[in-house]
Nanobody, 124 residues
């Protein structure tokens, strides 16, 4: 049974940092796509960052480029999202996703496996 477990969310002030972790079990992250999505109340789930774990290629939404960094640790079977210079508009539930079906990493429908989410709140 595949499980993705996110951790690291919390409440910070504008300009602060958080590091989210996504630990996988029953699934090997290497050689696949993994991504971080977020969903704010009343909004659609949106992709913020993705990584092609075979070669470590990374991709970012323009809204987080230069502030967020996605990375992998194959030995720990874990993907991270380092979030710096946080803004109130980054407030959302953040989800880890894995196993892409060939579609765009930006689309939630592309991914087969999901974590339960971790809440990030950024106050001004």
């Amino acid at each position: 049974q595949v499980q993705l477990v996110e951790s690291g969310g919390g409440s910070v002030q504008t300009g602060g940092s958080l590091r989210l972790s996504c630990s996988a079990s029953g699934y090997t992250i290497s050689g696949d796509w993994m991504a971080w999505f977020r969903q704010a109340p009343g909004k659609e789930r949106e992709g913020v960052a993705a990584i092609w774990t075979e070669f470590g290629n990374t991709y970012y939404d323009d809204s987080v480029k230069g502030r967020f960094t996605i990375s992998q640790d194959n030995a720990k079977n874990t993907v991270y999202l380092q979030m710096n210079s946080l803004k109130p508009e980054d407030t959302a539930m953040y989800y880890c996703a894995a196993r892409a079906n060939g579609g765009s990493w930006r689309r939630a429908a592309t991914f087969q496996y999901w974590g339960q989410g971790t809440q990030v709140i950024v106050s001004s």
